[in-house]
Structures are given as structure tokens and as C-alpha cells.
């Protein structure tokens, strides 16, 4: 059974009226935190020097920071192109920047950020929770990413839209890594000395694991839920988006 035309169609460009861009209220919150994740976190890595990594970088293991700033260097230009991608303006004005976009975030993210992701995600000093948390993490980018790709070349316009967006929300999983540790450092606070042994230090390290987890499966989560509102409410997820 082919799927309903809504689905196959590509999407109207001018249906609706243009919308300027100072009424989408998350865009320039979306653009500034961005920028503030990039620049305190990148710096490090500009002097391709290893000692200079906040983490620990594994001497045994010659490929680890080649990989580690392979998949920063890649990471920085797709949180770039997010933006531009879910820019309501920029698709519907610049349909074909759009689609060069699309291209690189695509065949340049899964081999200089996905792969490398799961390269590295082994060898994280943070223990094997971590290691777990952010290999499913990587698994499930490269998953949405090619599904997403699959769905835009089978036309599947409103599917391809679903996956990129979940694509994407995995992306900023690691600038919402920043806070979800102190938070959860602050919620856990109270129990030093209590019925935790460790210093603060060691709760941090603690909570590292959890923080691999949450912080992409908990926006992936409400995500799914709105997603499944906009559906219940017949509106297209990019007009939610726009
Ligand atoms: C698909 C999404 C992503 C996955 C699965 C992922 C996975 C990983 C893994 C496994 C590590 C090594 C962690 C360790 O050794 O403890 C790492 C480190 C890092 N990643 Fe990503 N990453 C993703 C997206 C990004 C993006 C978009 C950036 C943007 C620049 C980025 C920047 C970094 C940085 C700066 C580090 C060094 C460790 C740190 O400062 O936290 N990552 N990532």
C-alpha cells in the first residue's frame, strides 16, 4: 500500500504566511546556546595538543585523540547546521541551502562525528555506565540520521522531518550534558556525609554515568511526546517547528 499522499508530498513552500523571524521564540535562545557550549568548549581542542583535553586522553591507545578531535571538529559544524536546518526562514526562502545542508550534516556527520563517537565512546575514563550510555547515545544518532536520510530520498517528507528532529535533539544531548551534572550534583548534594561516602569530586565521577543517559534520553522523550501532539492535533511537525 503506498503511504498517504500528505506524507509523500514535498512540503508547500509559501502555504503559509512567512513568519518573521523574531516570532520564533526559540530560535535566537537555540542560536546563543550553541554558541556559549562551543566556546568554552572547543578552545581546548585548538592547539591539537592532548594534554590541553579537559579528559583524559589514553596514551596506549595512538588513534584516541585523533578521533576525539575529528569527532569535536565535526561536532562543532553540525550544531552550526542544526541551526540553519530547523530555521523555518532559511527552508522555505532557501529550499536548496536547505538540501546542501541536509547533505553535509548527513555524509559529513556520520563518518567525522558518529563513527568516531562510537570509536571513543569505549574508552572513556569515566566507567563502563558512560561507556554504555554513550555508545547507545551514538548508535541511536546514527540510526536517526540514516533513517531520516532514507525517508527524504523515498520522499517520505513528513517521516524525513520525525527522524531528523530526533536526529538533532541527540546533537545538543552533549551541551545539555553541561547542566544536567550540576543539577544533578546539586540535587545530590545533601546526601555527602550522609549516606555517601565520597567527597564532591567523586560524586561528580559518580554522576557522570547517569548524566550519559539523561541528557539525550530525556529530551528524545518529551520530544516523542510532542511529536505525538502534533500529530493528535493534525498539525505537520514542521509547522510546530516553524
Ligand atoms: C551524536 C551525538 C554525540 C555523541 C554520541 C557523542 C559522543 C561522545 C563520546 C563517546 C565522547 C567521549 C567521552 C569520554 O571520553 O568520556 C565525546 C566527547 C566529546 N564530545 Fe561528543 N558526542 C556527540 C555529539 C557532540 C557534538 C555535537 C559536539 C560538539 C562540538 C561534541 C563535543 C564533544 C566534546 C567537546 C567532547 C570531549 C569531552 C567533553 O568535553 O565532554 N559531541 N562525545
Given at each position: 500500500m503506498s503511504p498517504p499522499a500528505s506524507t509523500t508530498e514535498r512540503p508547500a513552500r509559501r502555504a503559509r504566511p512567512s513568519v518573521p523571524w523574531w516570532r520564533r521564540p526559540w530560535i535566537v535562545p537555540l542560536a546563543l546556546s550553541t554558541l556559549v557550549f562551543l566556546t568554552l568548549s572547543v578552545p581546548p581542542y585548538l592547539g591539537l595538543d592532548p594534554d590541553q583535553a579537559p579528559i583524559p586522553?589514553?596514551?596506549d591507545v595512538p588513534w584516541h585523540y585523533p578521533m576525539l578531535?575529528?569527532?569535536?571538529a565535526g561536532g562543532t559544524v553540525l550544531m552550526v547546521l542544526v541551526i540553519g536546518q530547523?530555521?523555518?526562514?532559511?527552508?522555505?526562502r532557501h529550499p536548496s541551502v536547505h538540501r546542501w545542508c541536509g547533505r553535509v550534516y548527513v555524509f559529513g556527520g556520520v563518518p567525522l562525528v558518529g563513527i568516531p563517537a562510537l570509536?571513543?565512546?569505549p574508552l572513556s575514563h569515566t566507567g563502563p555506565s558512560s561507556q554504555v550510555g554513550t555508545t547507545l547515545w551514538a548508535v541511536a544518532?546514527?540510526?536517526?540520521?540514516?533513517?531520516g536520510y532514507v525517508m527524504v530520498r523515498r520522499r517520505?517528507?513528513?517521516e524525513h522531518r520525525e527522524w531528523m528532529?530526533?536526529?538533532f535533539v541527540?546533537?545538543?544531548g552533549i551541551a545539555l550534558q553541561r547542566l544536567v551534572v550540576p543539577l544533578l550534583l546539586l540535587a545530590m548534594l545533601p546526601r555527602i556525609g550522609r549516606d555517601y561516602d565520597g567527597g564532591v569530586s567523586d560524586l561528580v565521577m559518580d554522576l557522570f554515568p547517569a548524566s550519559m543517559f539523561v541528557s539525550w534520553m530525556v529530551p528524545l522523550i518529551v520530544l516523542e511526546w510532542w511529536l505525538g501532539h502534533t500529530r493528535r492535533i493534525g498539525r505537520r511537525p514542521s509547522s510546530a517547528v516553524s
Open positions: 586522553v589514553r596514551a578531535w575529528t569527532h569535536i530547523v530555521w523555518p526562514w532559511l527552508r522555505e570509536l571513543i565512546a544518532w546514527l540510526g536517526f540520521t540514516v533513517t517520505r517528507y513528513a528532529l530526533r536526529s541527540l546533537i545538543y
